[in-house]
Protein backbone atom coordinates (compact mmCIF):
# COMPACT_ATOMS: atom_id res chain seq x y z
CA UNK A 1 0.00 0.00 0.00
CA UNK A 2 1.12 3.27 -0.87
CA UNK A 3 2.31 6.57 1.77
CA UNK A 4 -0.22 9.83 1.67
CA UNK A 5 1.09 12.25 -0.35
CA UNK A 6 0.02 14.63 2.05
CA UNK A 7 1.25 13.27 5.55
CA UNK A 8 3.47 10.62 4.79
CA UNK A 9 1.00 7.87 6.44
CA UNK A 10 1.89 4.39 5.22
CA UNK A 11 -0.29 2.41 7.74
CA UNK A 12 -3.73 0.83 7.36
CA UNK A 13 -4.07 3.09 4.40
CA UNK A 14 -7.40 1.99 1.68
CA UNK A 15 -6.84 1.27 -1.78
CA UNK A 16 -9.07 2.73 -4.75
CA UNK A 17 -9.01 1.92 -8.60
CA UNK A 18 -10.46 4.72 -10.26
CA UNK A 19 -10.75 5.18 -14.14
CA UNK A 20 -9.81 7.78 -16.21
CA UNK A 21 -13.00 9.34 -17.12
CA UNK A 22 -12.61 12.62 -18.62
CA UNK A 23 -11.29 11.87 -22.24
CA UNK A 24 -12.86 8.33 -21.70
CA UNK A 25 -9.45 6.12 -21.68
CA UNK A 26 -10.60 4.14 -19.14
CA UNK A 27 -7.16 3.61 -17.82
CA UNK A 28 -6.89 2.41 -14.15
CA UNK A 29 -4.90 4.43 -11.76
CA UNK A 30 -4.62 3.43 -8.24
CA UNK A 31 -4.86 5.52 -5.43
CA UNK A 32 -4.56 6.01 -1.56
CA UNK A 33 -6.79 7.31 1.11
CA UNK A 34 -4.78 7.68 3.93
CA UNK A 35 -6.30 6.53 7.51
CA UNK A 36 -4.60 9.24 9.16
CA UNK A 37 -5.08 12.76 7.75
CA UNK A 38 -8.12 11.38 5.36
CA UNK A 39 -6.69 12.88 1.73
CA UNK A 40 -6.34 11.25 -1.09
CA UNK A 41 -3.19 10.77 -2.75
CA UNK A 42 -2.15 8.98 -6.20
CA UNK A 43 -0.29 5.96 -5.67
CA UNK A 44 2.07 6.83 -8.60
CA UNK A 45 3.06 9.91 -10.52
CA UNK A 46 2.64 8.17 -13.81
CA UNK A 47 5.79 8.47 -15.94
CA UNK A 48 3.61 9.64 -19.26
CA UNK A 49 1.10 12.36 -17.53
CA UNK A 50 2.92 14.87 -19.87
CA UNK A 51 1.97 12.40 -22.79
CA UNK A 52 -1.35 12.03 -21.31
CA UNK A 53 -1.88 15.91 -20.53
CA UNK A 54 -1.54 16.52 -24.71
CA UNK A 55 -4.84 14.52 -25.52
CA UNK A 56 -6.45 17.26 -23.16
CA UNK A 57 -8.63 20.21 -24.70
CA UNK A 58 -6.55 22.64 -26.14
CA UNK A 59 -6.53 25.46 -24.36
CA UNK A 60 -9.13 28.36 -26.28
CA UNK A 61 -9.05 32.27 -25.47
CA UNK A 62 -12.27 33.68 -23.89
CA UNK A 63 -15.47 34.27 -25.60
CA UNK A 64 -16.74 37.10 -23.28
CA UNK A 65 -20.36 38.50 -23.99
CA UNK A 66 -19.54 42.25 -22.93
CA UNK A 67 -22.25 43.49 -21.05
CA UNK A 68 -22.92 46.35 -18.99
CA UNK A 69 -25.65 45.46 -17.06
CA UNK A 70 -23.36 42.09 -16.06
CA UNK A 71 -20.27 43.70 -15.16
CA UNK A 72 -22.14 45.85 -13.56
CA UNK A 73 -23.54 43.39 -11.46
CA UNK A 74 -20.62 40.83 -10.79
CA UNK A 75 -18.47 44.80 -10.40
CA UNK A 76 -20.78 45.36 -7.49
CA UNK A 77 -20.24 42.13 -5.47
CA UNK A 78 -16.69 41.94 -5.57
CA UNK A 79 -16.38 45.47 -3.92
CA UNK A 80 -19.54 45.81 -1.71
CA UNK A 81 -20.68 43.35 1.25
CA UNK A 82 -24.02 44.45 2.12
CA UNK A 83 -27.40 42.75 0.98
CA UNK A 84 -27.78 43.30 -2.10
CA UNK A 85 -24.08 41.65 -2.80
CA UNK A 86 -24.43 38.76 -1.02
CA UNK A 87 -27.70 37.88 -2.56
CA UNK A 88 -25.89 38.14 -6.11
CA UNK A 89 -23.09 35.79 -4.42
CA UNK A 90 -25.92 33.37 -3.42
CA UNK A 91 -26.81 33.79 -7.15
CA UNK A 92 -23.78 32.57 -8.56
CA UNK A 93 -23.75 28.55 -9.09
CA UNK A 94 -22.39 28.11 -12.08
CA UNK A 95 -18.90 25.88 -12.17
CA UNK A 96 -17.31 29.29 -13.79
CA UNK A 97 -18.94 31.93 -12.02
CA UNK A 98 -17.61 29.63 -8.67
CA UNK A 99 -14.27 31.54 -9.39
CA UNK A 100 -15.76 34.90 -9.38
CA UNK A 101 -17.83 34.32 -6.31
CA UNK A 102 -14.66 33.09 -4.06
CA UNK A 103 -13.48 36.84 -4.35
CA UNK A 104 -16.63 37.83 -2.61
CA UNK A 105 -16.65 39.09 0.73
CA UNK A 106 -12.59 40.09 0.84
CA UNK A 107 -12.53 43.59 0.37
CA UNK A 108 -11.20 43.49 -3.01
CA UNK A 109 -10.50 47.06 -4.63
CA UNK A 110 -9.98 47.67 -8.49
CA UNK A 111 -5.87 47.93 -6.95
CA UNK A 112 -5.85 44.93 -6.02
CA UNK A 113 -3.21 42.93 -7.03
CA UNK A 114 -4.38 38.97 -8.13
CA UNK A 115 -1.92 35.91 -9.94
CA UNK A 116 -4.06 32.84 -10.88
CA UNK A 117 -2.16 30.37 -11.13
CA UNK A 118 -2.95 27.57 -14.04
CA UNK A 119 -4.88 30.29 -15.82
CA UNK A 120 -5.52 28.08 -18.63
CA UNK A 121 -7.46 29.83 -21.15
CA UNK A 122 -7.09 32.80 -19.69
CA UNK A 123 -10.53 33.60 -18.94
CA UNK A 124 -10.63 34.38 -15.42
CA UNK A 125 -8.17 36.91 -16.27
CA UNK A 126 -9.91 38.34 -19.00
CA UNK A 127 -13.17 38.53 -17.03
CA UNK A 128 -11.45 40.77 -14.00
CA UNK A 129 -9.78 43.03 -16.22
CA UNK A 130 -13.25 43.76 -18.10
CA UNK A 131 -14.62 44.08 -14.38
CA UNK A 132 -12.01 46.86 -13.57
CA UNK A 133 -9.43 44.88 -11.73
CA UNK A 134 -6.34 45.90 -14.01
CA UNK A 135 -3.81 44.25 -11.72
CA UNK A 136 -4.47 40.62 -12.35
CA UNK A 137 -2.46 38.60 -14.36
CA UNK A 138 -2.28 34.80 -14.98
CA UNK A 139 -0.03 32.31 -15.32
CA UNK A 140 -0.16 29.01 -17.44
CA UNK A 141 3.02 26.92 -18.24
CA UNK A 142 1.00 24.39 -21.04
CA UNK A 143 0.87 28.56 -23.02
CA UNK A 144 2.42 27.89 -26.15
CA UNK A 145 3.73 32.09 -26.00
CA UNK A 146 2.54 34.63 -23.59
CA UNK A 147 -1.04 36.27 -24.71
CA UNK A 148 -2.26 39.70 -24.40
CA UNK A 149 -6.05 40.32 -25.27
CA UNK A 150 -7.52 43.31 -26.88
CA UNK A 151 -8.93 44.27 -23.53
CA UNK A 152 -5.06 44.27 -21.78
CA UNK A 153 -5.51 41.06 -19.60
CA UNK A 154 -2.17 39.35 -19.74
CA UNK A 155 -1.17 35.79 -18.92
CA UNK A 156 2.31 34.31 -19.40
CA UNK A 157 3.96 31.09 -20.08
CA UNK A 158 5.47 30.46 -16.62
CA UNK A 159 5.02 28.53 -13.79
CA UNK A 160 5.11 29.87 -9.85
CA UNK A 161 8.73 29.80 -9.53
CA UNK A 162 9.34 32.16 -12.54
CA UNK A 163 7.30 34.87 -10.51
CA UNK A 164 8.98 37.21 -7.95
CA UNK A 165 6.35 40.02 -7.31
CA UNK A 166 4.18 40.78 -4.68
CA UNK A 167 0.31 40.47 -4.51
CA UNK A 168 -2.37 40.81 -2.40
CA UNK A 169 -4.11 37.81 -4.09
CA UNK A 170 -2.72 34.26 -5.21
CA UNK A 171 -5.57 31.90 -6.39
CA UNK A 172 -5.49 28.43 -7.61
CA UNK A 173 -9.23 27.49 -9.35
CA UNK A 174 -8.90 23.83 -9.14
CA UNK A 175 -4.85 23.58 -10.44
CA UNK A 176 -3.27 23.47 -6.97
CA UNK A 177 -4.34 19.62 -6.92
CA UNK A 178 -2.93 19.40 -10.22
CA UNK A 179 0.75 20.12 -9.14
CA UNK A 180 3.66 18.01 -7.26
CA UNK A 181 5.00 18.94 -4.05
CA UNK A 182 2.16 21.13 -2.77
CA UNK A 183 4.41 22.20 0.59
CA UNK A 184 7.10 23.45 -1.96
CA UNK A 185 4.47 25.01 -3.64
CA UNK A 186 2.59 26.94 -0.77
CA UNK A 187 6.43 28.39 0.73
CA UNK A 188 6.56 30.11 -2.77
CA UNK A 189 3.20 31.32 -2.67
CA UNK A 190 4.28 32.63 0.86
CA UNK A 191 6.84 34.63 -0.94
CA UNK A 192 4.89 36.16 -3.02
CA UNK A 193 1.62 37.30 -1.27
CA UNK A 194 2.08 40.57 0.79
CA UNK A 195 1.94 40.49 4.58
CA UNK A 196 -2.28 40.98 4.57
CA UNK A 197 -2.35 38.95 1.55
CA UNK A 198 -5.12 35.71 0.45
CA UNK A 199 -4.48 32.63 -1.33
CA UNK A 200 -7.48 31.19 -2.72
CA UNK A 201 -7.58 27.61 -3.57
CA UNK A 202 -10.50 25.50 -4.43
CA UNK A 203 -11.03 22.04 -5.15
CA UNK A 204 -12.60 18.68 -4.98
CA UNK A 205 -13.70 18.35 -1.62
CA UNK A 206 -12.61 14.68 -0.18
CA UNK A 207 -14.99 15.10 2.24
CA UNK A 208 -17.70 15.42 0.30
CA UNK A 209 -21.43 12.79 0.29
CA UNK A 210 -20.32 12.14 -3.35
CA UNK A 211 -16.57 10.23 -2.76
CA UNK A 212 -18.74 8.45 0.19
CA UNK A 213 -21.48 7.34 -2.27
CA UNK A 214 -19.47 6.86 -5.89
CA UNK A 215 -16.52 6.18 -4.16
CA UNK A 216 -14.10 5.47 -7.40
CA UNK A 217 -16.74 6.35 -9.76
CA UNK A 218 -16.53 10.10 -7.97
CA UNK A 219 -15.91 12.39 -10.91
CA UNK A 220 -13.65 15.01 -8.04
CA UNK A 221 -10.69 12.38 -8.37
CA UNK A 222 -9.76 12.88 -12.13
CA UNK A 223 -7.43 10.56 -12.53
CA UNK A 224 -4.28 10.69 -13.03
CA UNK A 225 -4.39 14.49 -13.07
CA UNK A 226 -5.17 14.99 -9.79
CA UNK A 227 -2.14 14.08 -7.84
CA UNK A 228 -3.79 14.56 -4.49
CA UNK A 229 -7.06 15.97 -2.80
CA UNK A 230 -6.37 17.23 0.86
CA UNK A 231 -8.78 16.71 3.58
CA UNK A 232 -9.67 19.78 5.62
CA UNK A 233 -6.75 17.82 8.15
CA UNK A 234 -4.26 17.58 4.98
CA UNK A 235 -4.73 21.24 4.12
CA UNK A 236 -3.94 22.23 7.74
CA UNK A 237 -0.78 20.10 7.61
CA UNK A 238 0.66 21.82 4.58
CA UNK A 239 -0.31 24.99 5.84
CA UNK A 240 1.37 24.88 8.94
CA UNK A 241 4.34 23.83 7.66
CA UNK A 242 4.23 26.76 4.88
CA UNK A 243 3.91 28.99 7.64
CA UNK A 244 -0.29 29.67 6.58
CA UNK A 245 -3.27 29.06 8.70
CA UNK A 246 -6.61 28.57 7.00
CA UNK A 247 -8.84 31.53 7.92
CA UNK A 248 -12.27 30.43 6.36
CA UNK A 249 -13.63 27.59 4.12
CA UNK A 250 -16.57 27.75 1.34
CA UNK A 251 -18.65 24.97 0.16
CA UNK A 252 -20.32 24.59 -3.30
CA UNK A 253 -22.09 22.24 -5.47
CA UNK A 254 -22.49 22.23 -8.95
CA UNK A 255 -25.34 19.98 -9.74
CA UNK A 256 -23.50 19.04 -13.18
CA UNK A 257 -20.38 17.71 -10.82
CA UNK A 258 -23.60 14.76 -9.29
CA UNK A 259 -24.96 13.85 -12.82
CA UNK A 260 -21.20 13.73 -14.16
CA UNK A 261 -20.59 11.10 -11.08
CA UNK A 262 -23.45 9.38 -11.70
CA UNK A 263 -22.96 8.77 -15.71
CA UNK A 264 -19.33 7.99 -14.65
CA UNK A 265 -20.51 5.06 -11.88
CA UNK A 266 -22.78 3.88 -15.60
CA UNK A 267 -19.17 3.93 -17.39
CA UNK A 268 -20.49 6.95 -19.38
CA UNK A 269 -17.26 9.01 -19.83
CA UNK A 270 -16.93 12.90 -20.28
CA UNK A 271 -17.00 13.54 -23.35
CA UNK A 272 -18.79 10.03 -24.37
CA UNK A 273 -21.51 10.50 -26.79
CA UNK A 274 -24.41 10.83 -23.50
CA UNK A 275 -21.30 12.29 -21.35
CA UNK A 276 -22.30 15.39 -19.31
CA UNK A 277 -19.75 17.38 -21.40
CA UNK A 278 -20.67 16.39 -24.83
CA UNK A 279 -24.17 17.49 -24.05
CA UNK A 280 -23.93 20.35 -21.88
CA UNK A 281 -21.14 21.79 -24.59
CA UNK A 282 -20.60 24.26 -21.16
CA UNK A 283 -23.89 25.65 -21.06
CA UNK A 284 -25.68 25.57 -17.94
CA UNK A 285 -27.75 23.02 -16.83
CA UNK A 286 -31.41 23.74 -17.47
CA UNK A 287 -31.07 25.06 -20.90
CA UNK A 288 -30.13 21.59 -22.74
CA UNK A 289 -31.58 18.07 -22.02
CA UNK A 290 -29.59 15.30 -20.88
CA UNK A 291 -31.11 12.10 -22.14
CA UNK A 292 -29.75 10.56 -19.42
CA UNK A 293 -32.13 11.80 -17.18
CA UNK A 294 -36.10 12.38 -16.60
CA UNK A 295 -36.87 15.65 -15.37
CA UNK A 296 -37.73 13.76 -11.70
CA UNK A 297 -33.79 12.87 -12.12
CA UNK A 298 -32.81 16.19 -12.88
CA UNK A 299 -35.15 17.66 -9.80
CA UNK A 300 -33.79 14.77 -7.31
CA UNK A 301 -30.44 15.73 -7.88
CA UNK A 302 -30.81 20.08 -8.11
CA UNK A 303 -32.80 19.22 -4.69
CA UNK A 304 -29.65 16.77 -3.24
CA UNK A 305 -27.02 19.69 -3.87
CA UNK A 306 -29.00 22.37 -2.49
CA UNK A 307 -29.01 19.85 1.04
CA UNK A 308 -25.09 19.14 0.56
CA UNK A 309 -24.95 23.07 0.15
CA UNK A 310 -26.58 23.06 3.59
CA UNK A 311 -24.67 20.39 5.31
CA UNK A 312 -21.45 21.25 4.08
CA UNK A 313 -20.88 18.20 2.26
CA UNK A 314 -20.32 19.68 -1.43
CA UNK A 315 -18.23 18.60 -3.94
CA UNK A 316 -16.36 21.45 -4.33
CA UNK A 317 -14.58 23.19 -1.39
CA UNK A 318 -12.55 26.93 -1.13
CA UNK A 319 -9.83 26.79 1.34
CA UNK A 320 -8.58 30.74 2.15
CA UNK A 321 -4.94 30.46 3.77
CA UNK A 322 -3.19 33.78 5.34
CA UNK A 323 0.32 34.34 6.96
CA UNK A 324 0.36 32.59 10.61
CA UNK A 325 1.77 36.09 11.62
CA UNK A 326 -0.88 38.15 10.40
CA UNK A 327 -3.18 39.43 12.61
Same mark, same amino acid.
Given at each position: ???? #????????????? *????????????????????? %?? %????? *?????????? $??? =?? /??????????????? #???????????????????????????? #????? +????????????????? #??? /????????????????????????????????????????????????????????????????? !???????????????????????????????????? *? %????????????????????????????????????????????????? &??????????? *? =?? +???? &?????? !????? !??????????? $? =?????? !?
Amino acid at each position: MGVC #YICNNGEKNTALF *PKEMFLGLRDVFPYVFCSSCR %SL %SIETI *PTNLDEIYSK $YPG =LK /HPQYKKSFIRNFVRR #YMLTHTNFIAKTIAERLNGFNDLRLKAL #YNLNL +TEKSKILDVGTGSGFFV #YEL /HELGFKNTIGIEPALHADITFENGAQIFKKTLFDIDDKFDFITFHHTFEHLENPSQILQKVASLL !KDDGICLISLPNIECWAFRFFKEHWSGIHPPYHLFL *P %SKKGMEILAKASGFKIVDMRFEQPVESLLRSFCYSLDFASHDEFGTRSL &LKDQPLGRRKI *P =LF +TEQE &LTFWKE !KAKRL !KKDKLTDHIVF $Y =LQKSNH !K
